[in-house]
C-alpha cells in the first residue's frame, strides 16, 4: 500500500525537507502539503506536483503527518489536528523546544511521535537530522524518520534529553558558519580585497576545511596545527581570537541557544 506523507505548515523547513524527499525519489503523488496561505499552497502545488490539502484532510488521509510550524504555532496546530488524527499514524514534529511528551498529552493515546531536528542544508542534502523516539514509536516508526529525513543527508539518534543540546550545535549551526564567513569577508575589506574576491577565498576556504574535517579522520586540534607555522602569520590571528574570547563566546552562544529551546518547550511563550 502507498504510504502518504503529509508536511504540515509548510516554510523553509518543510519544503527543504518536501523538496529533498522528491529529489529522494518520493512521487509527488504521495505527498501532501498545508500552508497557512492560498498562495502559499499553490506555489507548491506548481513547483512540486505535490497536493495542497487542509490540516483536517491531511490529518485524516495522511500515513505519515510531519509538523513543520513554528514552536509558538504548534499548540493550535494540534488544537486543530488532534481529533481527526487515527492513533495508528505516525506523526513527526520538526519543532525546536517542544517536548514529545507535549504531542502526545493532545494526540489519540498510542499516537507514535518522533521528534527531529534538522537544519537548512537540507536544501543540499547535506542536513544533520537527530531523532528521538516517543513512548508508542516503534524501531519501524523511526527507520521510517530515518527514510525521511536521510533523504535530505545524515541522521543520527539521540535520547530526547539531548536534543536542545542539538538544536544549540547542529539545528542553528549552519547561522554561526554564515556569521563567520559574513565577518571575515569584513576583514577581507579592511584588508583591502574587493567584497565578491573576499567572498569567494572564505567560501572556498570553508568548503576545503569543511571537507577535511569529514574526511581525513584527523582532530580539528591537528588540522590547524598543521596551518600554524612557527613564527608564522596564522598564530598571530590566533592569538588575537584568544584574546578576544572568541572560544568563550562560542561556548556561551551555544549554552544561550540551549536555554531557548528549554524555554519554547511550552510552545506557547514569544
Ligand atoms: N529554520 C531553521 O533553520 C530550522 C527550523 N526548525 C524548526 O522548523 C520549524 C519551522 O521553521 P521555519 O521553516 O524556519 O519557519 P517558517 O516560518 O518558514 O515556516 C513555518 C510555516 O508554517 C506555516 N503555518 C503556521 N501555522 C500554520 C497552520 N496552523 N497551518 C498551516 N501552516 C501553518 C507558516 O505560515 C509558515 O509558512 C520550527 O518549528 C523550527 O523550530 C528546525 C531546524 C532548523
Ligand atoms: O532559530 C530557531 O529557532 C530554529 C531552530 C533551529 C534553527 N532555527
Same mark, same amino acid.
Given at each position: 500500500?502507498?504510504?502518504?506523507?503529509?508536511?504540515?505548515?509548510?516554510?523553509?523547513?518543510?519544503?527543504?525537507?518536501?523538496s529533498?524527499?522528491?529529489?529522494?525519489g518520493?512521487?509527488? !503523488?504521495?505527498?501532501?502539503? /498545508?500552508?497557512?496561505?492560498?498562495?502559499? *499552497? $499553490? @506555489?507548491?502545488?506548481?513547483?512540486?506536483?505535490? +497536493?495542497?490539502?487542509?490540516?483536517?484532510?491531511?490529518?485524516?488521509?495522511?500515513?505519515?503527518?510531519?509538523?513543520?510550524?513554528?514552536?509558538?504555532?504548534?499548540?493550535?496546530l494540534?488544537?486543530?489536528?488532534?481529533?481527526?488524527?487515527?492513533?495508528?499514524?505516525?506523526?513527526?514534529?520538526?519543532?525546536?523546544?517542544?517536548?514529545?511528551a507535549?504531542?502526545?498529552?493532545?494526540?489519540?493515546?498510542?499516537?507514535?511521535?518522533v521528534?527531529?531536528?534538522?537544519?537548512?542544508?537540507?536544501?543540499?542534502?547535506?542536513?544533520?537530522?537527530?531523532?528521538? !523516539?516517543?513512548?508508542?514509536? /516503534?524501531a519501524?516508526?523511526?527507520?521510517? *524518520? $530515518? @527514510?525521511?529525513?536521510?533523504?535530505?543527508g545524515? +541522521?543520527?539518534?539521540?535520547?530526547?534529553?539531548?536534543?536542545?543540546?542539538?538544536?544549540?550545535?547542529?539545528?542553528?549551526?549552519?547561522?554561526?558558519?554564515?556569521?563567520?564567513?559574513?565577518a571575515?569577508?569584513?576583514?577581507?575589506?579592511?584588508?583591502?580585497?574587493?567584497?565578491?574576491?573576499?567572498?569567494?577565498?572564505?567560501?572556498?576556504?570553508?568548503?576545503?576545511?569543511a571537507?577535511?574535517?569529514?574526511?581525513?579522520?584527523?582532530?580539528?586540534?591537528?588540522?590547524?596545527?598543521?596551518?600554524?607555522?612557527?613564527?608564522?602569520?596564522?598564530?598571530? !590571528?590566533?592569538?588575537?581570537?584568544?584574546?578576544?574570547?572568541?572560544?568563550? *563566546?562560542?561556548?556561551?552562544?551555544?549554552?544561550?541557544?540551549?536555554?531557548?529551546?528549554?524555554?519554547?518547550?511550552?510552545?506557547?511563550?514569544?
Open positions: 500500500m502507498t504510504q502518504k506523507v503529509a508536511v504540515l505548515g509548510t516554510g523553509k523547513i518543510g519544503e527543504a525537507l518536501l529533498g524527499m522528491i529529489r529522494g518520493w512521487a509527488p !503523488a504521495d505527498l501532501l502539503v /498545508t500552508a497557512r496561505r492560498q498562495e502559499r *499552497a $499553490e @506555489e507548491l502545488r506548481t513547483r512540486y506536483g505535490v +497536493t495542497p490539502v487542509s490540516n483536517q484532510e491531511a490529518a485524516k488521509t495522511a500515513d505519515t503527518l510531519i509538523l513543520t510550524v513554528k514552536p509558538q504555532d504548534m499548540g493550535v494540534l488544537d486543530e489536528l488532534a481529533p481527526h488524527v487515527p492513533a495508528d499514524r505516525l506523526v513527526i514534529s520538526g519543532a525546536a523546544g517542544i517536548p514529545i507535549f504531542f502526545e498529552d493532545r494526540l489519540a493515546a498510542g499516537t507514535p511521535v521528534r527531529v531536528m534538522t537544519n537548512t542544508p537540507a536544501l543540499v542534502d547535506e542536513a544533520m537530522s537527530v531523532i528521538s !523516539a516517543g513512548s508508542h514509536a /516503534t519501524d516508526h523511526l527507520a521510517h *524518520a $530515518e @527514510e525521511i529525513f536521510g533523504a535530505v545524515k +541522521t543520527l539518534r539521540v535520547p530526547e534529553s539531548q536534543q536542545d543540546a542539538c538544536t544549540a550545535l547542529s539545528g542553528s549551526g549552519p547561522a554561526y558558519f554564515f556569521y563567520l564567513v559574513e571575515m569577508t569584513d576583514a577581507g575589506i579592511l584588508l583591502g580585497l574587493p567584497r565578491d574576491k573576499a567572498h569567494d577565498l572564505i567560501v572556498q576556504s570553508a568548503i576545503g576545511a571537507t577535511m574535517l569529514r574526511d581525513s579522520g584527523e582532530h580539528p586540534v591537528r588540522l590547524r596545527e598543521n596551518v600554524t607555522s612557527p613564527a608564522g602569520t596564522t598564530i598571530n !590571528a590566533i592569538r588575537e581570537l584568544e584574546n578576544h574570547g572568541v572560544r568563550a *563566546a562560542l561556548i556561551a552562544a551555544l549554552e544561550a541557544a540551549r536555554d531557548r529551546s528549554r524555554e519554547l518547550a511550552s510552545g506557547t511563550k514569544d
